[in-house]
Nanobody, 126 residues
Framework: EVQLVESGGDSVTAGGSLRLSCTVS????????IGWYRHAPGQKCELVLV????????YYVDSVKGRFNISRDNTKNTVYLQMSSLQSEDTAVYYC???????????????????WGQGTQVTVSS
């Protein structure tokens, strides 16, 4: 059974940094396409960035370019989302997903595809 568990969410002030972790079991992260979504209250669920099995990294939210990075540790079977220069607009529940969906445009997160973690809350106060 594939399971993903996020951790690292916290409350920080604007300009701060956080590192989210997504620990995966049941499948190797090196063999998987892993993405991070975020869902803020009253906002559409959005795919933020992903790391593919071939190592390719793709950003889907322009505002995080230069501030967010994604990486993985195959020995720990964990994918990381390093976030810096956090802004209040980054406040959301962050989910890691195995098998993400590009181009989805919906208010709710597309939980009908892939495997999802339970989410971790990031709150940025100005």
């Amino acid at each position: 059974e594939v399971q993903l568990v996020e951790s690292g969410g916290d409350s920080v002030t604007a300009g701060g940094s956080l590192r989210l972790s997504c620990t995966v079991s049941g499948v190797g992260v090196a063999d998987s396409d892993i993405g991070w979504y975020r869902h803020a209250p009253g906002q559409k669920c959005e795919l933020v960035l992903v790391i593919n099995s071939d190592g390719g990294i793709y950003y889907y939210v322009d505002s995080v370019k230069g501030r967010f990075n994604i990486s993985r540790d195959n020995t720990k079977n964990t994918v990381y989302l390093q976030m810096s220069s956090l802004q209040s607009e980054d406040t959301a529940v962050y989910y890691c997903v195995k098998q993400y969906l590009v181009g989805y445009d919906g208010w709710e997160c597309p939980r009908f595809i892939g495997h999802w973690g339970q989410g971790t809350q990031v709150t940025v106060s100005s």
